[in-house]
């Protein structure tokens, strides 16, 4: 069968369907029509009616935007009000407060402002660290951590379930013999973590009564409501990749004496380096290019080769080149096959701050108390605490639990600790929105506009054949440059 015989019976089969033809362009007014100026004037008048009534959609759809963007602005000031409340409430009603850094950038998860409020607190408050993520880090670079970290605050080295269900669902499988479920409950985040241990002899020996409460408090994503399922043994808060799922407070109690609060993540400064705010600050206050920003910046504390090895990607000279080609990697494209760079760099910010990705940051070489805490005050801390049980805690949760290796793990130059936001007047200035057009509405305005036909201006049947032959010569100047010359 040839290629005629195939077209014809595809214009065969559309006749029965009846599927029309392309409808053919508009002829235009002929030379000889009656009033034909009249009709050109009053389709040059509807055609600038149209473009007023594109201008004033455009003008109402901006307007909208900004009101949108003003109401935003104070709902998300609302939320941080909310959230101090929340945080002072955490502070105020614990014992103990638990504050979770990632393994991975132990310095950069450090909040001074918070520190500084519990030891400055009424009530002869202790602060416990818990170093989480160990599995995502080298374990020789966890070990250095944790000597520098306990020479301020006592530290548990931990390792959160991220696969735990909930109670109802744990329940229903108790009644059936299945084997997976005693593999859950001796994983290494139970068995290899004394940190339960280390809260209920701190229960046992204070002298208040009633249950001990504890609050567990740190930025986004740290593991804060994974850590207190582990040590409940189920799914008990709501926990996910994404950051900020925590939106309010939540009291757990995981032993007969000893009730757990949930937090939200503390707010990060937007005085911090761009690092910092890429791993801590909350997806909600990224503007539209912020995700970009982000990855440059992240790139640019990064060691290149280990991320070309980590991503299987060529090399690449900067941040945009590096998403073109992990668009094309993971098959990312928009329209015509161009990589979407914009859903790259989500992907690659979630990478970095889950817990799948494997990156270390180094010690710093020299230690120094910081000006909030003497030599006092970590002598009373560690007093508060069984070290001895501790050291072996952490010893046998590093030797249980399979970390990852040097080779497979990218470098990145931690920023230093992160500041936070916790004064309610610094919160309230802080501000997404309002005012000004974020950088990319104007182009999102022509796609949110609606769409108003257009009419073409029509042209008689003399304008349409001297832009023919202008066309034909330009096709012949381009075909047959020499015979313009001979002409000359």
């Not at 998860?109 to 408050?125: D, I, S, T, W």
């Not at 500041?419 to 309002?434: A, I, R, T």
Request: a positive charge; glycine letters at 6%.
């Amino acid at each position: 069968m040839n290629i005629r015989e195939h077209n014809r019976k595809l214009r065969k089969e559309a006749k029965k369907k009846g599927v029309t033809k392309r409808v053919k362009k508009d002829p235009g007014v002929p030379n000889d029509a009656p009033f034909k100026e009249d009709v050109l004037r009053e389709v040059e008048q509807r055609r600038i009616q149209l473009e007023e009534l594109k201008e004033k959609k455009k003008l109402e759809k901006k307007k909208e935007r900004a009101e949108k963007r003003k109401k935003n602005s104070e709902t998300c000031c609302l939320y941080r009000s909310e959230y101090m409340v929340s945080f002072r409430e955490v502070i105020n009603a614990s014992e103990v407060i638990i504050e979770v850094l990632d393994a991975r950038d132990p310095l950069g998860c450090r909040c001074p402002q918070l520190e500084e409020a519990v030891l400055k607190h009424e009530g002869n408050k202790k602060l416990l660290m818990v170093l989480n993520k160990i599995d995502c880090a080298p374990k020789e670079n966890v070990k250095k951590w944790l000597n520098y970290l306990q020479r301020e605050f006592p530290t548990v080295a931990f390792k959160a379930s991220t696969h735990l269900q909930d109670k109802t669902a744990q329940d229903k499988k108790r009644k059936e013999p299945n084997r997976t479920l005693g593999l859950i409950s001796e994983a290494p985040s139970f068995r290899g973590s004394c940190l339960l241990e280390l809260l209920q002899d701190y229960a046992r020996k204070r002298q208040t009564e009633g249950p001990l409460r504890v609050g567990v408090v740190g930025f986004p994503n740290v593991g804060k409501s994974s850590v207190i399922n582990s040590l409940k043994g189920s799914r008990v808060c709501n926990a996910g990749v994404l950051r900020g799922v925590t939106k309010c407070m939540q009291e757990v109690h995981i032993a007969k004496n000893i009730k757990v609060i949930d937090s939200p993540g503390i707010l990060a400064s937007p005085s911090n380096p761009g690092v910092a705010l890429a791993l801590r600050s909350l997806p909600s206050t990224h503007k539209q290019d912020d995700v970009l920003d982000a990855v440059r910046d992240l790139l640019k504390h990064c060691n290149n080769q280990q991320v070309m090895l980590q991503y299987n990607v060529p090399a690449f000279k900067n941040s945009l080149e590096f998403l073109t080609l992990l668009a094309k990697k993971r098959s990312l494209l928009q329209k015509g096959g161009v990589p979407n760079t914009r859903q790259a760099a989500e992907i690659f910010l979630c990478d970095w701050t889950g817990a799948k990705l494997s990156y270390y940051c180094k010690p710093p070489e020299t230690h120094s108390l910081p000006p909030y805490l003497s030599d006092t005050m970590v002598a009373e801390m560690q007093k508060a605490w069984d070290m001895g049980k501790l050291h072996q805690g952490n010893a046998a949760a590093l030797k249980g639990i399979k970390c990852s290796s040097l080779a497979s793990s990218i470098t990145l130059t931690s920023s230093g600790p992160t500041s936070g936001l916790l004064n309610e007047n610094e919160v309230c200035d802080l501000k997404d929105g309002g005012g000004e057009l974020l950088q990319g509405d104007e182009v999102a305005e022509e796609d949110d506009e609606e769409k108003v036909p257009q009419l073409v201006p029509i042209e008689d049947k003399g304008q349409k054949k001297e832009k023919a032959k202008s066309v034909k010569e330009a096709r012949a100047q381009r075909l047959f440059p020499e015979t313009r010359d001979v002409e000359m």
